[in-house]
């Protein structure tokens, strides 16, 4: 009857170490796909389906950061994820321009915070120009919040297009690209230089709730 426990134990005993050697060789295996695909692969066998395999918004952006660092640009470093500000990416341009760039690897449109949260981070940076690029769309809104601040969107087509003119050597098309002018609202600013100062979305609900009360 001993023997027989034994022998139950010895084989649950190998069969735990089986299972554990198992998943400790499949997490290096993945540990090292990550490390190769972030680190040691060439920045020209990437497309924008590999983009939308990657596992994080970090390997986005790791992307990015050897995509400015090939494109010879100056001042090239990655933020510190915890506490970047809302700037992931910083570089100096062919001016001589410091600018801070929000890294979106999104399926669905990016809306109005990666334009608050980039814009917001420019004087933390020293920056005067900001640019978020994204694997995706831009909602209605947050072009329109970018057009109005000068912040410069590159959505999923512009991102295809980088990648194709990087994969012929195309270098300086894609440096035009980042480094063109973003699409800019003025009317705001042009009522305010006429004195004309417009209520945009105007909540009449409130002012009537408070009007009523301020009149008992």
Known sequence: MISILAVVLSIAVAVILVVIGLVAVTKRKRHTIRTVFREEY??????????????DGTEFEMYLYRLFLELGYE?????????DFGADIVFTDSEGVRNVVQAKRYTDPVGISAVQEVYSCMRYYKAKKAIVISSAKFTEA??????????????????IGIIKSFKLGNIQAIKNKIESE???ILESWSEVNRGVLQEIKKDYKAEKLIKGAMRK
């Open 42 to 55: 060439d920045l020209k066998d990437i497309d924008i389906e590999a983009i939308d395999k990657m596992e």
């Open 75 to 83: 001042g090239v470093y990655k933020t510190v994820g915890a506490r």
């Open 142 to 159: 947050c072009e329109t919040l970018a057009g109005v601040n000068h912040v410069k969107l590159l959505d999923r087509n512009d991102l």
């Open 182 to 184: 973003p699409r800019m």
